[in-house]
């Protein structure tokens, strides 16, 4: 079993929603909760870059760019963390990944999920 697995990705239109999960089966409860999680996503030609990141604190960073549209959450008891995407534009067209960021420094990235904003 994958130790990120993310789930939720697909074609969408221009002004709709989306809603992506990352889930991390292979890590126990008490070293998630402090663990960092991001989502980041990568365009053909492109460099992955940051999309969003949520600490075990629950403080939240945001790239310019999905400020407003889009939202990190964690649910610690479920082992998941959420990416809610609203009024999503053709740019955000994607591959989706989420990393772990534990205490130790051990990092894991999932496998990525597509993402597709057209008419």
């Known amino acids: 079993q994958a130790q990120v697995v993310e789930s939720g990705g697909g074609l969408v239109q221009p002004g709709g929603s989306l809603t992506l999960s990352c889930a991390f089966p292979?890590?126990?409860?008490?070293?998630?909760?402090?663990?960092?999680v991001g989502w980041y996503r990568q365009a053909p030609g492109e460099q992955r870059e940051l999309v969003a990141t949520?600490?075990?604190?629950?403080?939240?960073n945001y790239a310019d760019s999905v400020k407003g549209r889009f939202t990190i959450s964690r649910d610690n008891a479920r082992k998941k963390v959420y990416l809610q995407m609203n009024n999503l534009k053709p740019e955000d067209t994607a591959v989706y990944y989420c990393?772990?960021?534990?205490?130790?420094?051990?990092?894991?990235w999932g496998q990525g999920t597509q993402v597709t904003v057209s008419s």
């Open positions: 949520i600490t075990g604190a629950r403080s939240t």
């Open positions: 990393n772990i960021q534990r205490p130790s420094g051990n990092t894991d």
């Open positions: 292979r890590t126990i409860t008490s070293v998630f909760n402090p663990s960092t």
